[in-house]
């Protein structure tokens, strides 16, 4: 099983509610872009933040922002009003979002969301209309290009064969 | 005591530094030359491969594959 899944099965494992969003929500719509890492958004308030510091703890969580990349602390209060975390970990890297700009918190887009099975490990993804919200509000000159595929990719589903 | 102001949940919570364009993710780059050429490779073999993965449910969710436009089972 490639890292990521089984990143994303342990996810799945501690009972973390979460979506996939950024560019692999992307290539489950039919982007053919490449990505290099995993976006996900989930509640970062207790108890999740505890669950989720539980679920990372055995693959060496370190925080990507710090030059001195630093492991993640286990105890939540350490991380009390944190809304994101970039980490790389013992199975790859992966972003986390308590919220989305645009969009709004995990419980505001689980809803907007298609379900998965990738190979076993079932996943919710952002569905295409509101990764085309995110994006938009995310604005940077990547993300136009990407707006500009998804775009195309919706025209061409809502065209039909 | 350890009162945890080694973290500012307000800088955790930014974006990682980017370029002036703010395309580039610096931090991944430092990341990824921290890493050997093997290491790299290995990352990426394995990150294609779980990005396949999701490509073919996505494919499977809408029934067609947008890249070749083939109907799926």
Known sequence: MAWTLELLKRLNDFGIEYAIVGGVAGVAHGSARSTNDVDICTSLDEPHLSKLLLALKNINPKLRMRPDRMRLPDDPARLQGVRNLYLITDLGQIDIRGELPGVGSFDDLKNRTIELDLGGVNCRVLDLDTLIVAKRAAGRRKDLVDIAEYEAIRQRRSAGP | ?73
Do not use: C, W
């Open chain 2, 1 to 73: 005591m350890d009162t945890g102001n080694d973290l500012d949940p307000i800088a955790l919570s930014q974006f990682p530094e980017t370029d002036v364009t703010g395309d580039i993710d610096l931090s991944l780059i430092d990341y990824n030359l921290s890493l050997s050429p093997a290491e790299r490779i290995r990352q990426h073999l394995e990150f294609a491969q779980f990005v396949e993965v999701v490509r073919r449910a996505g494919a499977k969710h809408y029934g067609v594959d947008a890249r070749t436009s083939e109907e799926t089972e």
